[in-house]
């Protein structure tokens, strides 16, 4: 399902005026087009939306909320798809792409001292990307920062049709 159709309702919601301030705001973050981002925005608002939410350990919702819970939430608000829970499952579940084809809503995998899949991202825009982070909640990043460059493992897509 194309993200237009799928965020059409969501991005619908907000009024033109603050729709406005949220494409000239996070195209100049981004350093991308209004264009790009107009065509994004139900990722803009699913970022905002969840952005300062503490992280905790096996937690589903804006009270405290893990990694891989954060990817599933935005799966199913935005493309109201069901995909699995953990990080690991959902990296066997991607298709695996590689940096260079990153596309809005790809999933970013990292493997923070660990050799498994540990910590799960969700690709926005020329490298920023929205997480569940330990120490700061739904933060975003950019994935060329020092920490998320040594620990990067791959990327992957889901299937919309699934």
């Not at 066997?92 to 790809?106: A, E, P, T, V, Y």
Request: net charge positive; glycine share 8%.
């Amino acid at each position: 399902m194309p993200l237009k159709e799928a965020g059409g309702v969501y991005a619908d919601a907000h009024s033109r005026k603050d729709k406005k301030e949220h494409i000239e705001k996070y195209a100049m973050k981004f350093g991308t087009s209004t264009r790009i981002i107009k065509h994004n925005l139900a990722w803009i608002y699913f970022a905002e939306e969840w952005q300062g939410a503490p992280y905790r350990y096996g937690g589903i919702n804006k009270e405290g909320v893990d990694c891989s819970a954060l990817v599933q939430n935005a799966y199913r608000k935005i493309y109201a798809m069901k995909i699995p829970r953990d990080s690991r499952s959902q990296f066997k579940w991607s298709n695996h792409i590689s940096k260079r084809r990153l596309k809005w809503g790809d999933l970013l995998f990292f493997t923070i001292e660990s050799k498994e899949i540990t910590h799960v991202g969700i690709y926005l825009c020329n490298g920023w990307f929205l997480h569940a982070s330990t120490s700061k909640g739904v933060t975003l990043n950019r994935l060329d920062e020092k920490y998320f460059s040594k620990y990067y493992h791959a990327a992957g897509r889901l299937s919309h049709s699934q």
